[in-house]
């Protein structure tokens, strides 16, 4: 099958409204914070986060500087890249200009990823000597326009997981930022609980096979060794983003997160597509899960009880 028949079967229009079976918990809402220094945390927020629910803050806003506001713009996108980088390395990509533009908007992603840091260790200060700075990213393009494949489309629902970058486990803690300046919301669908997905994707899966995973190392396909956790998570990532029926009726609902808004949430445990937006900003940060409040919660942890064995 072509990638364009599976685009036509598995991405369901964006303008779809929440399935009936949707759960509006999976969004907690926290209207009180306006200050990327959270001054008194909630062990509340800090247990939805790990269980895999999205805290929503409609208050907290990324603001540009007037002289920024010229890289709302797809063009400043370098052709054929997806996005606008700062590795953890501090290498800069992505991006079109000249080079003091280039300084610039480094200045401004840079600027980003230090409000999502304090964010990330003020809310949540047991992740401070753990959580490990990853790629911060700025995303320009309209998402409803964007040509993917179906491994790459983000408008499915999906786990985040990765075919050459095997984790074995570690935790994927996103920071996003709608920082639209015309009132247009970042549009997303959330879906059922991890735990519940998993139950019904595990009998699907293909069985892990330990020497193919050696021999995607050695040819160096992937980064690290493949191991059977990832290869279930990657298993649900794809499985997912392959079968029209469960984009189109598993439980989930649609979510506008609006212009000027930020929302934090583990990529890895929560459900969830982008339909629709333009110009959002992207902090990854990667904690150990025991390094976690409750590790149980984890993916991992998750998955070993459902399986009965270790998985790393």
Known sequence: MKDSD???????????????????????????????????????????????????????????????????DPAINAEGARSITLEGSG?????????????A?????????????????????HYRDAVRMATTSYRPKLV????????????RLHVDAFAGRPNHGERILRVFANINQNGV???WRIGEPFEDMAKKFLPR????????????????????????????????????????????NAPQLTMPFAAGSVWVCFSDHTLHAAMSGQYMMEQTLNLPPSAQYDPAQS????LQRLTGRKLI
């Open 6 to 72: 599976i685009q036509r079967q598995a991405v369901p229009p964006a303008s779809m409204r929440a399935a009936a079976t949707g759960d509006t918990a999976s969004i907690i809402t926290i209207d009180d914070i306006a200050d990327w220094k959270v001054g008194d945390t909630d062990p509340a927020w800090i247990a939805a986060l790990e269980t895999g629910k999205v805290l929503y803050f409609p208050r907290l806003t990324f603001r540009l500087k007037e002289e920024e506001r010229r890289f709302l």
């Open 91 to 103: 290498r800069f990509k992505g991006a079109a200009g000249d080079p003091a533009t280039q300084a």
């Open 105 to 125: 908007l480094a200045a401004m992603v840079a600027r980003f990823r230090a409000h999502a840091q304090q964010l990330v260790e003020s809310l949540l200060p």
């Open 144 to 155: 409803e326009t964007r040509q993917q494949t179906w491994r790459a489309d983000d408008r």
């Open 185 to 187: 919301p970042r549009v």
């Open 205 to 248: 899966v293909e069985r892990y096979r330990p020497m193919q995973a050696r021999w995607n190392r050695l040819l160096r396909k992937t980064k690290k060794l493949r191991t059977e956790y990832d290869h279930l998570m990657l298993q649900f990532h794809d499985q997912m983003k392959l079968d029209p029926d469960y984009q189109q």
């Open 299 to 302: 993916p991992l942890a998750i």
